[in-house]
Every structure is written in structure tokens, then in C-alpha cells.
């Protein structure tokens, strides 16, 4: 494990997450700052038991250690409109 620290910004709009690629080393304790541009939505990482609702005009942030290699799929758990389904995201942990 590296021990690095990272933090990562991220917005979610309608329908989509920018950056929609995130990548880490193994090993990383990732601090994810979350904000929309437009409507609730949510970040939600199964793999490493992360979900967080992100209000518009607020700033939320998650954290956890990506200790497994890997590719990752992110996602909005909020429907968010017509375009939610295509609303997805990956980590890359190498």
C-alpha cells in the first residue's frame, strides 16, 4: 500500500460525472469532493461501500482507501431524469 493521499474533485450533471474517469494507485486513501451542477444526485461505489447524495449549491466529500486493483464502476443512485441510466462513471485502481 502507498499510503498517498488524493483528492479528487467531481461534478454530476444531467446525465454524466466530469471526470467520469477517476485513477489511483493501489493503496491510496481518495478523498472524492462532490458537487452538481444541476440537481440532487449521488455518487455511489459499491465496491468500496461508498454512497453520498450531492445537493445542488452544496459541497459534499467521501473518502475511503482503494485497496484493490481494479476497474470500478461509479453511478447516480438518484433518478435524475430521462438520461439517469447513462449516468455511470469509472475508478481505475492500478
Not at 26 to 55: A, C, M, N, Y
Request: glycine share 8%; aromatic share 8%.
Amino acid at each position: 500500500m502507498s499510503g498517498d493521499m488524493q483528492s479528487v474533485p467531481v461534478e454530476a450533471f444531467q446525465w454524466g460525472f466530469e471526470p467520469a474517469t477517476i485513477r489511483v494507485k493501489k493503496g491510496t486513501h481518495v478523498t472524492v469532493v462532490l458537487t452538481s451542477r444541476d440537481v440532487p444526485h449521488s455518487f455511489s461505489l459499491l465496491e468500496f461501500d461508498v454512497s453520498q447524495t450531492i445537493l445542488p449549491s452544496q459541497t459534499s466529500t467521501v473518502s475511503f482507501v482503494a485497496d484493490k486493483r481494479g476497474a470500478f464502476a461509479f453511478g447516480c443512485d438518484i433518478a435524475c431524469g430521462s438520461g439517469h441510466q447513462e449516468m455511470r462513471g469509472v475508478l481505475i485502481v492500478e
